[in-house]
C-alpha cells in the first residue's frame, strides 16, 4: 500500500517513541523493511497516525518524511505538508536528545529557513540530485550558523540546498554570521559531504567579520545557477582568522541572468584555506581575490561559457599570508592576466599556468604593488612573463625561477 499524495495532511510529528520502536523490534530487519501493512504484499504501508515506527525508516522516507534519529527521541518523524520547518524542527528534536542525524526524504521540501544548526547534528539526504531542501523565504539564509556557543561536529551531506531563484531577494546558501569574539565560541570541525547549491542571487558560502570557522571540511561543494556577480564572491571570506580549512572540490557554474556580471569565486581577507580542486565555467570571472590571508590552491580549471565582465587576473593576490597556486588551466575565455600581485605581497609561491587554450592577453604575471620589505616570492616561469609597473620598487623580492638551474640527464 502506498501513500496517497492527494489524501489529508499527515502529521508533523508521531507522537510514539523511536527507543520503543527500536526495542520492539527484533534486530535491524524490521527498522529497515517496509513491513507487513496487511495486504499480504510486505512491501510497506502507510506510518498510521500515533504508531511507532515499526513500519521502517526507509518507508517513512519514501513516503517524504523528515526523519530525525537521536537517543531516545519521541517523534521521529516531520511531516513537510504540516510544518515551514520541517528540517529545523527535527534538529531541534535532536539537539534536545544530546545529538543525532535528520535524514531527508528521496524528494523535495519547503523550509521557510534558514537552517541553525545544534553542535553534534547532521542533515542527510540520498543525493545531491535526488533530496532537495528549497528555502522559501524571502532574503533568508540557508544554513545560518548564529548561535552564540561554538557550534561544532556539523554534517552536512547529499542533497542539494536550493534558493528562491536569482531574480529574487536571497540570503546566502551556508552563511556563518557574527561572533562573540572569542574564539572559543567559533562553529568548528563542520563536514560537508556532498553539497549541492544552486538558484542563489548572494554568496554560496560567506564567513563574516568577527567570527572564525576552524578545522572545517568541505569534500565536494558545487555551485550551479547562482548569480555572486552583485556581491564580492560565490565563497566570501571576509574574516581575519580561521585556521585549517578544508575544501577537496569546488565546482562552479554561475549565471549572470540578474547581476549580469561575472561571478568572482573565492575573495579571501584572511584565515588558512585549502583547496584541491576548484573547476569553474558559466559566468565565472576571478578565481581569487585576496587581501590576505594563507592560501593553498592546488589545481584550478578555468572555462567560462560566457564573459559579460572580464577581470583583470584570475588569480589577485596581496598581504604578506603565505600562498602556493598550483596548476592553473586557461581553458577557454580571455583575460588580461592569470596573477597579479598587489601592494604589500610576500610568501607568494606561484607555478606557470599548466595549459593556456583560452586567450591570455597581457602578461601572465602582472606586478602592480611593492612587495613587502624582507620578503621573498616566487614565480616558476620565465621572465618574459613578468611585467612590473612603472613606478613599482620590486627590489627583486620577486624571485622569477622559470631558467635557473642546470638540467640533469
Not at 1 to 6: A, E, H, N, P, S
Not at 85 to 102: C, I, K, M
Not at 300 to 318: F, Y
Not at 369 to 383: D, N, V
Request: with cysteine.
Amino acid at each position: 500500500m502506498t501513500r496517497d499524495r492527494r489524501g489529508p495532511p499527515r502529521r508533523s510529528v508521531l507522537g510514539a517513541s523511536l527507543a520503543a520502536a527500536l526495542s520492539a523490534t527484533a534486530g535491524c530487519a524490521s527498522l529497515f523493511d517496509g513491513g507487513d501493512d496487511g495486504d499480504g504484499d510486505d512491501g510497506g504501508g502507510v506510518v498510521p497516525d500515533g504508531a511507532p515506527l515499526t513500519e521502517g525508516v526507509f518507508a517513512a522516507l519514501r513516503d517524504g518524511y523528515v526523519v530525525a534519529m537521536a537517543d531516545a527521541l519521541d517523534g521521529a518523524v516531520f511531516d513537510p505538508e504540516a510544518t515551514e520547518t520541517p528540517v529545523q524542527d527535527a534538529l531541534d528534536a535532536v539537539d534536545a536528545r544530546g545529538g543525532g542525524r535528520v535524514y531527508l526524504p528521496p524528494t523535495r521540501v519547503t523550509e521557510t529557513g534558514p537552517i541553525r544548526p545544534h553542535a553534534n547534528t547532521g542533515v542527510v539526504g540520498f543525493g545531491m540530485n535526488v533530496s532537495v531542501v528549497e528555502i522559501t523565504g524571502t532574503g533568508t539564509d540557508g544554513v545560518r550558523f548564529d548561535r552564540p556557543a561554538s557550534v561544532q561536529r556539523v554534517v552536512l551531506d547529499g542533497f542539494e540546498l536550493r534558493g528562491p531563484g536569482v531574480k529574487r531577494d536571497t540570503g546566502v546558501a551556508c552563511h556563518y554570521v557574527g561572533g562573540t569574539g572569542d574564539p572559543a565560541d567559533d562553529p568548528a570541525d563542520v563536514h560537508v559531504g556532498r553539497l549541492y547549491c544552486r538558484r542563489w542571487a548572494n554568496s554560496v558560502l560567506r564567513v563574516e567579520e568577527g567570527v572564525g570557522p576552524f578545522q572545517c571540511r568541505y569534500d565536494f561543494l558545487r555551485a550551479d545557477d547562482c548569480d555572486a556577480g552583485a556581491e564580492r564572491a560565490l565563497l566570501d571570506w571576509r574574516s581575519a582568522y580561521g585556521p585549517a580549512n578544508r575544501f577537496g572540490t569546488v565546482v562552479a557554474y554561475p549565471t549572470a541572468s540578474a547581476s549580469g556580471r561575472s561571478s568572482t569565486i573565492l575573495a579571501q581577507d584572511g584565515g588558512e584555506l585549502a583547496f584541491g580542486d576548484l573547476t569553474v565555467g558559466g559566468t565565472a570571472g576571478a578565481l581569487v581575490a585576496q587581501r590576505d590571508g594563507r592560501l593553498h590552491l592546488e589545481r584550478a580549471h578555468w572555462e567560462p561559457e560566457r564573459q559579460p565582465t572580464t577581470p583583470d587576473a584570475l588569480v589577485s593576490l596581496a598581504g604578506e599570508g603565505a600562498t602556493r597556486v598550483g596548476d592553473v588551466v586557461v581553458d577557454a575565455g580571455r583575460v588580461p592576466h592569470v596573477y597579479e600581485l598587489g601592494s604589500g605581497f610576500a610568501n607568494k609561491f606561484l607555478l606557470a599556468p599548466g595549459a593556456v587554450r583560452g586567450r591570455v592577453t597581457d602578461a601572465v604575471v602582472h606586478v602592480t604593488g611593492g612587495a613587502a620589505a624582507e620578503s621573498r616570492s616566487w614565480y616558476f616561469g620565465p621572465l618574459a612573463d613578468v611585467r612590473v609597473d612603472g613606478g613599482v620598487a620590486n627590489r627583486g623580492r620577486l624571485r622569477v625561477l622559470g631558467d635557473a638551474g642546470d638540467g640533469v640527464a
